[in-house]
């Protein structure tokens, strides 16, 4: 008998079920054919291949852990495995799936009205409309408790005014969900494309999430009528569990990106030869790839258990803010020693391993900081908070 | 139309195969359905979307091999057959056969659709036997199909091009790799597949006579390939497009 498979050394795919070990490889094998080929390029060039977009909706990935309206209720885990594939091929795609799903289309699930759950959410199951979120603005990140972005009522019309920076999808939106501020606290509206008075702007100088469109959104006197608003909730509360559910798709996809950059690695390894020798016989890379291995195992049986535990409805947001936050700061740093090992190789498009890297600076950053998050352990721990 | 699809389930390709005696080691080793397979069961489903009527899977092989009709009914098949019996080890092309043969029979049945060859025994000759079995035509190395006028029609790859062949249903189609292009199982299908119709059966549940069921061949010996010797150098003396071509032509590639 062999020893323990180097691509799942603790064999956890014994902890799926047939289902979900299905829909894993199958993910896989999509991202391998359709993504992976093309992926230095649209990287490279900057473009977000929206062809691809009705494909991936054909596959059921769009909002799948949602019910109803042409989404498939899948588990956190079969979700969690999707986000895990999709992002071994680039963070861009599950960067898309999860502002798509967990940003645009939970909100209009949890919160919206019959109406607008009927008119957007089975066009955004199929990748036929394209939504994105509008939370974040150039002067408030972290705290968007005092976000500037306003909606005021005229007649039975909303007027909003405002701009949000960094929007995942922005400029390919058919929807964006914009949080703003209004007498009766922050509430969430559905702007259509092509609304008079919205207008977006592609941010086009990133070095990281390349084959992503970033965007801002501009409100200037934007009306929209009543049936806009989301009747579902008030408060911050509504964007912020939006953001616990993305954050969770992070958990695991941050762990596809580390394991693409080890399994490049460790074949790199193999078959790079110096001092006439393949680099893996030396110790110093071995104690790499060990590490590796180590943290990519303890990241995945991390975010299984994790999904365990939503999908009995027990999952907390501190909880989430301890995987989103080991998990991608062990993919960052697996990226950066996974580059050392393929030396001057390591920082072209030619290998997955810089791009990962480059777009895992983003994802450390969005959907709550480390830093946030960090705070958020230490107020849980110790009753004390440290930022508000 | 009752299209039947038999397929294969098989160690992974990709990864270097274990031997068992002279057999190929099939229980506890990661298995795949056979990439070939899944050209079929796309040609069914597409016949069946352009003419209705339903797809059955049909393969024989250990418990395991339920994984690969699992794969065929999460693309869309409409139920599965397996025959697995610990009688079956060891079968070999005509053994498989009659089993399929006896399997396929106990409905009806208009197409039968299959590889060309399997990705690990590669005899193909199992189709042929097949269609002699069931004592119907066979329409074989398709790579384009169509149904015009209540008869199949296809093309059928030859080795300088392709002939056109057509023929009356029931009938036994092999399907080369390239006729279309598999889809991918969506997560509806896969939550879908787990409720369809699943019937696994031993050799006694079927028309068949014990003797029938005796490999008349037998494997004796098993070596490994040659390990891949460089490759031919041509120095291009201003002739090297033209010693390309020949070198081309001589393997078939153009």
């Known amino acids: ?388 | 139309m009752n299209i039947i699809v038999c397929v294969k389930h098989i160690p992974d390709p990709n990864l270097p195969g274990v031997m068992d005696g002279f057999r190929l080691k099939r229980e506890g080793v990661q298995g795949v359905l056979d990439p070939g397979d899944e050209f079929g069961v796309e040609a069914g489903l597409r016949l069946k979307e352009e003419l209705g009527g339903e797809v059955t899977l049909v393969s024989m092989g250990p418990a395991q091999a339920q994984e690969a009709l699992r794969r065929g009914l999460s693309m869309g098949a409409d139920k599965a057959v397996l025959i697995s019996d610990d009688s079956l080890r060891g079968a070999d092309a005509l053994v498989t056969a009659r089993v399929l043969a006896a399997a396929i029979k106990r409905g009806a049945f208009d197409l039968v659709i299959a590889g060309v060859e399997s990705t690990d025994g590669y005899t193909g000759t199992m189709p042929a036997t097949l269609a002699e079995l069931l004592g119907v035509p066979q329409l074989t190395f398709t790579t384009a199909i169509e149904v015009s006028d209540g008869r199949l029609r296809v093309r059928r790859q030859s080795a300088d091009g392709y002939q056109v062949v057509e023929c009356s249903f029931p009938c036994v189609m092999t399907v080369t790799a390239g006729v279309n292009e598999p889809r991918y199982a969506s997560f509806k299908g896969i939550m879908a597949a787990k409720k369809k119709p699943f019937e696994q059966l031993s050799t006694s549940e079927l028309e068949v006579e014990p003797d029938a069921l005796k490999p008349g061949q037998e494997v004796v010996e098993v070596s490994l390939v040659e390990q891949r010797k460089a490759g031919e150098v041509l120095p291009d003396d201003g002739q090297g497009a033209v010693r390309i071509a020949t070198f081309l032509k001589e393997a078939k590639v153009i």
């Open chain 1, 1 to 388: 008998m062999a020893g323990p498979n180097p691509h799942d050394f603790l064999d956890l795919s014994a902890l799926l079920n047939d289902e979900e070990r299905l829909l894993r490889d199958t993910v896989r094998r999509f991202a391998t054919e359709r993504i992976s080929p093309g992926i230095g390029g649209w990287f490279e060039r900057a473009e977000f291949p929206r062809a691809l977009v009705p494909e991936i909706g054909a596959l059921g990935l769009l909002g799948m852990h949602l019910q109803g309206y042409g989404c498939a209720g899948a588990g956190a885990v079969s979700y969690g495995l999707v986000c895990l594939e999709l992002e071994a091929a680039d963070s861009g795609f599950r960067s898309f799936v999860s502002v798509q799903g967990s940003l645009a289309m939970f909100p209009i699930r949890t919160y919206g009205s019959e109406e607008q759950k009927e008119r957007w959410l089975p066009g955004m199951a199929a990748g036929e409309i394209v939504g994105c979120f509008g939370l974040t603005e150039p002067d408030f990140g972290s705290d968007p408790s005092r976000m500037r972005t306003s909606a005021r009522r005229e007649g039975s019309d909303w007027i909003l005014n405002g701009a949000k920076s960094w929007i995942t999808n922005g400029g390919i939106a058919d929807v964006a969900v914009v949080w703003a501020r209004t007498d009766d606290g922050v509430r969430g509206f559905l702007v259509p494309r092509g609304t008079s008075g919205f207008s977006t702007r592609d941010i086009h100088n990133k070095l990281s999430l390349r084959a992503s469109v970033t965007s801002e959104l501009i409100f200037d006197d934007c009306r929209l009528p009543a049936g806009a608003m989301l009747p579902g909730v008030s408060g911050l509360k509504g964007p912020l569990s939006c953001l616990s559910e993305a954050r969770y798709g992070i958990i695991w996809g941050a762990m596809g990106a580390a394991r693409a950059c080890y399994e490049c690695a460790l074949e790199y390894s193999k078959t790079r030869e110096q001092f006439d020798k393949p680099i893996a016989a030396f110790q110093m890379t071995q104690q790499k790839l060990v590490d590796m291995m180590i943290e990519i195992q303890k990241g995945t049986l991390l975010a299984i258990h994790l999904g365990r535990l939503k999908e009995a409805g027990r999952l907390s947001p501190q909880q989430v803010s301890f995987g989103k936050l080991n998990n991608v700061r062990h993919a960052l740093s697996i990226a950066r020693e996974a580059r050392t090992i393929l030396g001057a190789n390591g920082i072209t498009l030619e290998y997955p391993v810089i791009r990962h890297m480059n777009n895992l600076e983003s994802v450390l950053t969005y959907e709550g900081t480390s830093e946030i998050h960090t705070l958020l352990l230490g107020q849980a721990i110790t009753g004390h908070s440290a930022f508000q």
